[in-house]
C-alpha cells in the first residue's frame, strides 16, 4: 500500500520522528545493556565513573582478564553463526522432533537446550581453545578488553543461586500450569454465556484485580502461620504450616492472577466464533465434550500469550514471595534483596550486579521467541473493548 | 448455556477467588479491629555482679512475656474498636498540624507521607505515559516498515524486566558516582548526589514508571492506529485540515477507547507502587501505601509482625482505590447497560 501524496511527509518532520525513536531505543535499552558490561567487570571498574572505563576495563584487563583481539574476532564469528543457526536450523529442529500438538512445550525444551549449549560453548569450550592460541600469538594474543566471569561464578556456585533460580522454576511453572488450567475453563464459560451473573463475574474480578497485593498478603500471613493449629481438628498431626510453603505460594499467585486471565481469556474465545461448538453441539456433544473435541485444538494462541503473562507476574513477583516464603526456598527476587543487606564490599555490589543480568537473561529470550505473542496479547484486551 | 454447566466452567476459577481473594479480605476487615499481643506480667527479678567485697544485688521490676509449657510466648487478642486506624492515621498529630499552622508537618506522618506520593504519582504518571506512548506509537507507524519489528523488540525489554531489578538497573547508573551521575556532574559543575534527598528520587521513579509502562501504551495505541479509517483521514486532507488538526479531531477520538483502558489499567498498576522503593532504597524519603503495609508485614527486630496496623494500612489502601475506581466502573456499567438494551 502506498502513501497517498497529501499524506507524505517534510523531511524536517521525518527527522524528527526518526530521531525520537532512535533516542527511545537508547533510552529503553541503555540501562539493560549497562547492567551487562558492568557484571563482567572486575569492582573498581564496573564503579568507575568514566563510562570508557566500565566498557574497556582496564583493571580487569591488568589482573590477567581479558578478551585479545584473537578472542573478540574468533568470538565474534561464533556467535554469528550461533544467531543464524537459531533463526534456521532451530525452528525446523524443533518442529521435527516436538511431538504434534505440544509445539509450545518443544520450543520450551528447544530454548532451553539451546541456551544451556551456548553457555557451553561461549564460556566453557572456547575458553579452553583459545587460551593456548593466545599464548603462542604473542602481542596479537594480549587482552585489550577487560573482561571476567568471576561475578557469575561467585553467584551461581558458591552463593548457590541456583538453589534460588529452582525454587523460581517450580512457583512459575506451578502458577503457570495451575492458572491456564482454571483460567481456560472460566475464560470459556464467560465467552459463552451472555447471562448478567458472567457479567457480574467479571466486575468482580476487574475490582480483584485492582487490589494491591500487600492488602491479600496482609489476609494470608496470621492464617499461614498460625495454620497448623488451625487445621489440626481436621487433618490432625499432617497439618501442614502453610507459611513457606511454595505450593500455598503457587495456589496464592494462581487466584491473584485469575482475574486477568479470565478477563484475557475471555476475549480470545470471543473470538473464535461460536458457531463452531454449536455446530458440535447439535451433532449430539455435550458442552465439556465441544470443549475438549472443537475448542481446545484452536485455542492455542491465546492460550500461549496468557501462559506468558503468568509466567511474567509469577517470575517478577517480589511481594507475595517475600513475604510467604522463608530463606531456606526464596526464589530469585526477593534472594537479591538478601544482597542488599550484605552489600558491604564493592564485590559484593558487582555479584548483585550479575545475579540481576541472571535473572533478567531468560526473560530477554521469552521476548526475542514469543514477541508476536506478547503484543497481540497486549493488544487483544484492549481492541475488542 | 444453561447454569449448571456456566457453573461446572467457571466454579473452580470461582472457588480459587473466593478462598484466596475474598475471605482474605473479611479476615483483614476484622483483623484491623482486633490486636494481638503477648501477654505480659510484672515480675520482679534480682540481678547479682561479683562486686569487690561481696556480690551487688539489685532488684528491679522487669515486664517479661509469659511462657507457656512449650516455652511459647503466651498471646491474647482482645477487640480494640478503631485503635489500629488511630495508629496509622494519627489523627492528633495531624490535629495539631493543622492547629498550629504547619501544613507540612503532615507529611512527616508516615501514612499521609505515602498517600500523597502515591496519589501524585498515580496521577501524574498518567498523562506522561499516554504523551509517550502515544508519540512513540505515531513515531513507529511513519518509520519504514523494516525498523518496526526491532523497535517493538527494544521498546518491550523495559516492560517486561521484573520491575525490581529494573529499578535497580536505574538505580546503579546514579548510585555514588554512578556515569550519568558524573556526567551530570561535570555538565552541571555541582556535586550531585542523587539518593540523598526525596525530590530527586521521586524524579527517578517519575522516569523509571515511564520506562517501564510507555511501551504498554505504545502497543496498544500502535495496533489502534493500524485500525484508524484511511477515508475519514483522506477527507480530512481534502477539507484543508493540518497534520496536528488531523491528530486532533480525528485520530485520537477513533483511539478514545483505547486512552480510557490504559487509564483504567494505569490506575491500578501504579497506584500499587512498590518496586521502586525496594529498588532505589528510597524508605528513608519516600514511601508508598503499598510499602507502608509491607513494612508493618516484615518481622521487626524481635520478630514481631504489626499484623493489626497492617490490616488497618490494607483498609485504607483498599478504600482508596475504590475510590480512584468508582468513575471509570460506573461508565463500563452505563455501556454495558446501554449495549444490552
Same mark, same amino acid.
Given at each position: ?385 | ?56 544485688? *539489685? ?14 510466648? *503466651? ?45 501524585m504519582f498515580?496521577?501524574l504518571t498518567?498523562?506522561l505515559v ?69 525530590w530527586t528520587i521521586e524524579l527517578l521513579m517519575y522516569f523509571f514508571r515511564v520506562w517501564n ?5 505504545? *502497543? ?50 501504579v497506584?500499587?507502587v512498590?518496586?521502586e ?8 524519603? *519516600? ?55
Open positions: 500500500m502506498s502513501t497517498p501524496k497529501a499524506l507524505q511527509q517534510s523531511t524536517g518532520l521525518k527527522l524528527a520522528s526518526n530521531g525520537f525513536l532512535v533516542l527511545w531505543c537508547l533510552v529503553a535499552a541503555f540501562p539493560i545493556f549497562w547492567i551487562t558490561v558492568m557484571s563482567f567487570k572486575s569492582p573498581r571498574d564496573a564503579f568507575a565513573d568514566s563510562p570508557w572505563a566500565v566498557l574497556v576495563g582496564p583493571v580487569t584487563r591488568a589482573q590477567g582478564n581479558g578478551l585479545s583481539i584473537i578472542d573478540i574476532i574468533v568470538g565474534l564469528v561464533v556467535l554469528f553463526f550461533a544467531l543464524r543457526w537459531a533463526f534456521t536450523r532451530l525452528p525446523k529442529m524443533v518442529v521435527q522432533y516436538s511431538p504434534p500438538g505440544l509445539i509450545v512445550l518443544g520450543w520450551l525444551v528447544g530454548a532451553a537446550v539451546y541456551a544451556l549449549a551456548f553457555i557451553l560453548v561461549f564460556f566453557v569450550a572456547l575458553p579452553l581453545v583459545l587460551g593456548p592460541i593466545n599464548s603462542i600469538l604473542g602481542p596479537l594474543g594480549e587482552p585489550v578488553l577487560g573482561l571476567t566471569t568471576q561475578h557469575y561464578e561467585a553467584v551461581w556456585g558458591e552463593n548457590e543461586f541456583y538453589r534460588n533460580f529452582l525454587n523460581s522454576m517450580l512457583v512459575t511453572a506451578g502458577v503457570v500450569t495451575i492458572s491456564l488450567t482454571v483460567g481456560t475453563l472460566a475464560g470459556y464459560g464467560l465467552a459463552r454465556s451472555g447471562s448478567d451473573l458472567a457479567f457480574w463475574l467479571l466486575i468482580l474480578a476487574l475490582i480483584f484485580r485492582a487490589l494491591p497485593h500487600s492488602v491479600l498478603v496482609a489476609g494470608y500471613l496470621p492464617w499461614f502461620i498460625n495454620s497448623a493449629e488451625i487445621l489440626r481438628p481436621i487433618f490432625g498431626e499432617l497439618s501442614p504450616t502453610l507459611y513457606g510453603q511454595p505450593w500455598a505460594v503457587i495456589a496464592v499467585l494462581v487466584s491473584i492472577n485469575q482475574p486477568f486471565t479470565i478477563w484475557m481469556l475471555r476475549s480470545f474465545f470471543q473470538n473464535i466464533p461460536s458457531e463452531l461448538d454449536e455446530a458440535a453441539r447439535v451433532d449430539g456433544c455435550s458442552h465439556f465434550q465441544a470443549f475438549r473435541r472443537v475448542i481446545m485444538p484452536v485455542m492455542w494462541p491465546g492460550v500461549i500469550t496468557t501462559g506468558l503473562f503468568s509466567f511474567l507476574l509469577g517470575y517478577n513477583d517480589f511481594l507475595v514471595t517475600s513475604l510467604l516464603l522463608d530463606a531456606q526456598n526464596q526464589t530469585m527476587v526477593p534472594a537479591i534483596a538478601g544482597y542488599f543487606n550484605r552489600e558491604t564490599t564493592t564485590t559484593d555490589q558487582v555479584e548483585a550486579v550479575a545475579a540481576a543480568v541472571s535473572i533478567t537473561a531468560p526473560l530477554f529470550l521469552l521476548v526475542m521467541v514469543f514477541q508476536r505473542q506478547i503484543v497481540s496479547g497486549l493488544t487483544a484486551g484492549a481492541v475488542k473493548g | 448455556m444453561n447454569k449448571k454447566t456456566f457453573a461446572a466452567f467457571v466454579g473452580p476459577s470461582v472457588f480459587m477467588m473466593f478462598i484466596f481473594i475474598a475471605l482474605p479480605l473479611v479476615s483483614v476487615f476484622f483483623e484491623s479491629f482486633k490486636i494481638t499481643q503477648p501477654i505480659v506480667e510484672q515480675q520482679e527479678v534480682e540481678t547479682c555482679t561479683p562486686g569487690f567485697i561481696g556480690q551487688t544485688c *539489685v532488684t528491679e521490676v522487669k515486664t517479661v512475656p509469659v511462657l507457656d509449657e512449650n516455652g511459647k510466648t *503466651v498471646t491474647q487478642t482482645e477487640w480494640v474498636g478503631l485503635q489500629s486506624y488511630r495508629n496509622v492515621l494519627q489523627l492528633d498529630k495531624v490535629g495539631d498540624a493543622i492547629s498550629s499552622g504547619n501544613w507540612g508537618d503532615i507529611l512527616q506522618i508516615d501514612f499521609w507521607k505515602a498517600l500523597r506520593f502515591t496519589l498515580t496521577l498518567l498523562p499516554l504523551v509517550v506512548g502515544l508519540s512513540l506509537a505515531l513515531a513507529v507507524n511513519n518509520a519504514v516498515r523494516a525498523v518496526r519489528g526491532p523497535v517493538i523488540f527494544i521498546s518491550l525489554l523495559p516492560f517486561i524486566i521484573t520491575p525490581v531489578i529494573g529499578s535497580l538497573a536505574i538505580y546503579w547508573l546514579f548510585v555514588g558516582d554512578g556515569i550519568l551521575t558524573s556526567l551530570l556532574e561535570r555538565w552541571t559543575q555541582t556535586n550531585i548526589s542523587m539518593f540523598a534527598q526525596a509502562n510507555a511501551p504498554f501504551a505504545f *502497543v496498544i495505541f500502535y495496533a489502534g492506529l493500524q485500525t484508524v479509517n484511511m477515508d475519514t483521514l483522506e477527507s480530512a486532507v481534502i477539507d484543508g485540515a493540518s497534520r496536528w488538526e488531523r491528530l486532533r479531531h480525528v485520530i485520537i477520538p477513533h483511539l478514545m477507547p483505547l486512552i480510557i483502558f490504559i487509564s483504567i489499567i494505569h490506575l491500578m498498576d497506584y500499587r512498590f518496586e522503593i525496594v529498588g532505589f532504597r528510597s524508605q528513608a524519603h *519516600v514511601i508508598s501505601l503499598q510499602w507502608l503495609t509491607y513494612d508493618f508485614l516484615v518481622p521487626d527486630d524481635a520478630g514481631n509482625r504489626a499484623i493489626s496496623r497492617a490490616s488497618a494500612s490494607a483498609m485504607l489502601t483498599m478504600i482508596g482505590i475504590v475510590i480512584l475506581l468508582i468513575w471509570p466502573l460506573r461508565r463500563t456499567w452505563l455501556d454495558h447497560k446501554g449495549g444490552a438494551h
